[in-house]
């Protein structure tokens, strides 16, 4: 069992940029794959991004490539998300999450343990 608790989440101006954080609480932090995933009002939530145990290899989504960057440090149990050129469409409550396995790091419904959230809003 592993809990996550994300923090960073504001509203911020189109082409603003944060940092989100997820602190982890297990000492076996290293062992995980580690993601982030988004959901917007009335919408599915979707893969954002995820990073693999040692963060040597990173996934993003088609949507925040380029402007979305993921990172962990295994010696702190944090996992951080960078966003910049932020985009009102990219307003959505934003979720850490984390999983044994590492295949469809695309599909929410395979991801084992979930933080609580943290809003993101992007104002026009």
């Known amino acids: 069992q592993v809990q996550l608790v994300e923090s960073g989440g504001g509203l911020v101006q189109a082409g603003g940029s944060l940092r989100l954080s997820c602190a982890a609480s297990?000492?076996?932090?290293?062992?995980?794959?580690m993601g982030w995933f988004r959901q917007a009002p009335g919408k599915e939530r979707e893969f954002v991004a995820a990073i693999t145990r040692s963060g040597g290899s990173t996934y993003y989504s088609d949507s925040v490539k380029g402007r979305f960057t993921i990172s962990r440090d295994n010696n702190k149990n944090t996992v951080d998300l960078k966003m910049n050129s932020l985009k009102p469409e990219d307003t959505a409550v934003y979720y850490c999450?984390?999983?044994?396995?590492?295949?469809?790091?695309?599909?929410?419904?395979?991801?084992?343990?979930w933080g609580q959230g943290t809003q993101v809003t992007v104002s026009s």
């Open positions: 297990r000492r076996t932090f290293s062992s995980y794959f």
């Open positions: 999450a984390a999983r044994g396995g590492s295949y469809n790091v695309t599909d929410h419904n395979v991801w084992n343990y």
